[in-house]
């Protein structure tokens, strides 16, 4: 039985993940809220990545981090504290946790390490300039572990489009909103956080033990095809 820490796992993706694995994995899971999900392979820590102390942790098979933010606003109207916390809750805070816990990881005989980052990393978007800045340094964070961990840790990043998230409930706020997503994407649908958290479970399993290193569009088409 493997051990998982998920870094957001009350809500969302996190969430979907944590029920997926929770009946034959031991999970961590650390977030500001408790998930209310309660298991006997599941030990809860309540508490702010950003700001608090982590906990020591023994064994840690794999690290799934989820905490994220959309910020849109024109360019214009982003100040400096935009950049900075975005910068800090997407990139940052992950930074803090990998190298708290590298020594687990590097103990583990198969380490997997799974990131975030968007869409808007790879397609120009209006009001997307904050997030698509820290998540596209998620990409680079990515690719520069997985060659310095090669044969040790692996480490990848999912790169999702819109998801049905409390994280996303501003964009799919009324039946309008929804069917513009919709319509805006070749497959007209936006995800489910499921959908996203078995590409996860995916990448921690022993079913990828030979990719590392790689960025993993999730997108309902909107990058790669014109239809």
């Given at each position: 039985m493997k051990t998982i820490l998920i870094i957001g796992g009350s809500k969302g993706i996190g969430n979907a993940l944590l029920k997926i694995l929770v009946d034959n994995h031991k999970i961590i899971n650390i977030s500001r809220t408790e998930p209310e999900l309660i298991h006997q392979n599941l030990i809860n820590y309540?508490?702010?990545?950003?700001?608090?102390?982590?906990?020591?942790?023994?064994?840690?098979d794999g690290i799934v981090y989820c905490?994220?933010?959309?910020?849109?606003k024109p360019?214009?109207?982003?100040?400096?504290?935009d950049f900075e916390q975005d910068f800090k809750?997407?990139?940052?805070?992950?930074?803090?946790?990998?190298?708290?816990?590298?020594?687990?990881?590097?103990a583990s005989e198969s380490a997997s390490v799974v990131l975030f980052s968007t869409v808007a990393s790879k397609m120009g978007m209006p009001y997307h300039a904050s997030i698509a800045a820290s998540k596209s340094a998620v990409e680079g964070l990515t690719m520069s572990l997985a060659a310095e961990?090669?044969?040790?840790?692996?480490f990848n990043a999912i790169a999702p489009t819109v998801?049905?998230?409390?994280?996303?409930?501003?964009?799919l706020r009324n039946d309008k909103m929804i069917e513009s997503i919709k319509d805006r994407h070749p497959y007209k649908n936006f995800l489910e956080p499921e959908e996203v958290a078995h590409l996860a479970e995916y990448l921690l399993s022993e079913k990828s033990t030979a990719i590392s290193g790689q960025v993993f569009p999730i997108d309902s088409g909107i990058v790669t095809v014109k239809l």
């Open positions: 309540s508490l702010d990545v950003i700001e608090d102390e982590l906990p020591i942790l023994d064994t840690i905490p994220g933010s959309i910020n849109l360019f214009s109207r982003l100040k400096l504290d809750i997407n990139v940052l805070s992950a930074v803090k946790v990998i190298q708290f816990y590298l020594k687990n990881l590097i961990y090669a044969t040790k840790i692996r998801t049905n998230t409390t994280l996303a409930e501003k964009l």
